[in-house]
């Protein structure tokens, strides 16, 4: 059973950078799955942020694709997220996830609060 | 980007009934259409794929129809378990990989 946990400061300062790791359990990030990141602001929807592959190979969300970095580390097994200039409206749970096939998300973490806030 | 319109916003059932939730997209995505459900608190769990396939688990009163523009997700007879919001997923025509608002589905 792959497992997903994510880790990070729950607090970022309006400008500052937000970083997040999402270390995977139960099986290995190699493979044809990629790895993904997905937002939900606090009583709203979900927005997807960036995906990777353990190759390197990475999709970003066109909206907030000059501000991002993805990463994987696949000797430690987990991926990271970086987004900079951030603002309250990055404030959101942001949740890790496998997602098959190029297609779907099978798993996901937990999720994180995420505030945004001097 | 494709963008995905569910309704009604909220949808307000009884247990035991049948519940039917839409989505729409701006543009075709064919069959390439996901369901998830997502209950207080927890991260969003994947009903269904390819618009009509059940996913691994998923028990059989969840069925999905549509192709094209037009999506629906039926719960045929309705749960305590089954009362929290759905988003659908389009993944025909990315980036973004874009959801739906969502569906609160409630007693």
């Known amino acids: 059973q792959v497992q997903l946990q994510e880790s990070g400061p729950g607090l970022v300062k309006p400008s500052g950078t937000l970083s997040l790791t999402c270390a995977v359990s139960g099986g290995s990030m190699s493979g044809s799955n990629w790895w993904s990141w997905v937002r939900q602001p606090p009583g709203k929807g979900l927005e997807w942020i960036a995906e990777i592959h353990q190759s390197g190979s990475t999709n970003y969300n066109p909206s907030l694709k000059s501000r991002l970095t993805i990463s994987v580390d696949k000797s430690k097994n987990q991926f990271s997220l970086k987004l900079s200039s951030v603002t309250a409206a990055d404030t959101a749970v942001y949740y890790c996830?496998?997602?098959?096939?190029?297609?779907?998300?099978?798993?996901w973490g937990q999720g994180t609060l995420v505030t945004v806030t001097s | 980007e494709i963008v995905m319109t569910q309704s009604p916003a909220t949808l307000s059932v009884s247990p035991g009934e049948r519940a039917t939730l839409s989505c729409r997209a701006s543009?075709?995505?064919?069959?390439?259409l996901a369901w998830y459900q997502q209950r207080p608190g927890q991260a969003p769990r994947l009903l269904i794929y390819?618009?009509?396939t059940r996913a691994t688990g998923i028990p059989a009163r969840f069925s999905g129809s549509g192709s094209g523009t037009e999506f629906t997700l039926t719960i045929s007879s309705l749960q305590s378990e089954d009362f929290a919001v759905y988003y659908c997923?389009?993944?025909?025509?990315?980036?973004?990989?874009?959801f739906g608002q969502g569906t609160k589905v409630e007693i």
């Open positions: 997923q389009q993944y025909g025509n990315w980036p973004p990989r874009t």
């Open positions: 543009q075709s995505v064919s069959s390439n």
């Open positions: 390819g618009a009509s």
């Open positions: 996830a496998r997602l098959v096939g190029g297609q779907t998300y099978d798993y």
